[in-house]
């Protein structure tokens, strides 16, 4: 069975680096044909797309958001990354790993998300 | 980018009431349209896709249909399990959700 779990810490500073990383176990992200993304919800609010890789690199993000984000993955770890650099109180929030079988589909596996929140 | 308006926001309901929710596109977008169900704390689970075909293992008491710019999502009686917050979401191009529509106890 498919699961995903993301990690990484949940508080950052103003201004510095977001990282967080996303273990998939249940299929191997290299021989897989999906597509792995990252989805954010701030407290209380919606759920927005950040961006997906593919695993060959391929990367594509959000096209409303700042060029900010960083999308990575290491097949050898079975695991993909997400960074945001110069990070402020607006990107708190809850961040979700998920699957979608192709670029054009639904998110069909989510891991159970992580808080992050940007406070000094 | 396409903008998905549900309606209504939130929506107060009984045990067995059949519940509709409405989702908007702002352009068409085909019948490439997904529902989601979110619990407190936890992650959307995907109920529906491509408008109206029910994801392996959700209640047939789940229904959707609609296709272009106008979508619903029907559950004919609603159970205590399904008190929680309801998103769709656009897939035409890059993903986009509605602002969600909370289901709550009347």
């Known amino acids: 069975q498919l699961q995903l779990q993301e990690s990484g810490p949940g508080l950052v500073k103003p201004s510095e680096t977001l990282s967080l990383t996303c273990t998939v176990s249940g299929d191997s992200i290299s021989s897989s044909s999906s597509f792995w993304g990252w989805i954010r919800q701030p407290p209380g609010k919606g759920l927005e797309w950040i961006g997906s890789?593919?695993?060959?690199?391929?990367?594509y993000y959000n096209p409303s958001l700042k060029n900010q984000f960083t999308i990575s993955v290491d097949t050898s770890k079975n695991q993909f990354s997400l960074k945001l650099s110069s990070v402020t109180a607006a990107d708190t929030a809850v961040y979700f790993c998920?699957?979608?079988?192709?670029?054009?589909?639904?998110?069909?596996?989510w891991g159970q998300g992580t808080l992050v929140t940007v406070s000094s | 980018d396409i903008q998905m308006t549900q309606s209504p926001s939130t929506l107060s309901a009984s045990v067995g009431d059949r519940v509709t929710i409405t989702c908007r596109a702002s352009q068409s977008i085909s019948s490439w349209l997904a529902w989601y169900q979110q619990k407190p704390g936890k992650a959307p689970k995907l109920l529906i896709y491509?408008?109206?075909s029910l994801e392996s293992g959700v209640p047939s008491r789940f229904s959707g249909s609609g296709s272009g710019t106008e979508f619903t999502l029907t559950i004919s009686s609603l159970q205590p399990d399904d008190f929680a917050t309801y998103y769709c979401q656009q897939y035409n191009s890059y993903p986009t959700f509605g602002g969600g529509t909370k289901v709550e106890i009347k």
């Open positions: 998920a699957r979608h079988l192709k670029l054009g589909s639904p998110f069909d596996s």
């Open positions: 491509k408008a109206s």
């Open positions: 890789i593919y695993y060959s690199g391929s990367t």
